[in-house]
């Protein structure tokens, strides 16, 4: 299913920090954190959605809310199910995702989605 730029930058404020919420506001979004962190699904879907609709120049035919919805399970899939462990490495972290297939699954989505932007980001 396609991602939009829209709907991507909407998973990525509900799993990162506060910085990435600022970086809404450069696509009209309000600079405020998001309260609802995208364990409690409906009401982050809420939340972006007024987001979305504050937004005067919002291109409501390239936003998925079906995609934002996956992306909510997949986290909570993550969260709820996956073992991580990390160790530190020269230049950054390594983390070790174990579970069953469906968290694996899951683990593999959402590093796919938020890699690049967290990359893009410097993090």
Request: hydrophobic letters at 45%; one cysteine or more.
């Amino acid at each position: 299913m396609p991602r939009s730029t829209t709907v991507l930058a909407a998973c990525v404020l509900l799993a990162a920090a506060p910085a990435a919420a600022q970086h809404a506001g450069h696509h009209g979004a309000e600079a405020t954190p998001l309260t609802e962190p995208g364990q409690g699904a409906p009401a982050a879907l809420s939340e972006v959605v007024t987001r979305l609709e504050a937004d005067p120049v919002i291109d409501w035919g390239s936003v998925d809310l079906g995609a934002l919805r996956d992306q909510l399970f997949d986290m909570n899939r993550l969260v709820r199910d996956a073992d991580v462990t990390s160790e530190a490495v020269q230049g950054g972290l390594r983390m070790r995702v174990t579970g069953d297939a469906a968290a694996l699954a899951a683990t593999r989505r959402m590093v796919s989605v938020h890699a690049s932007e967290l990359a893009r980001d410097g993090r």
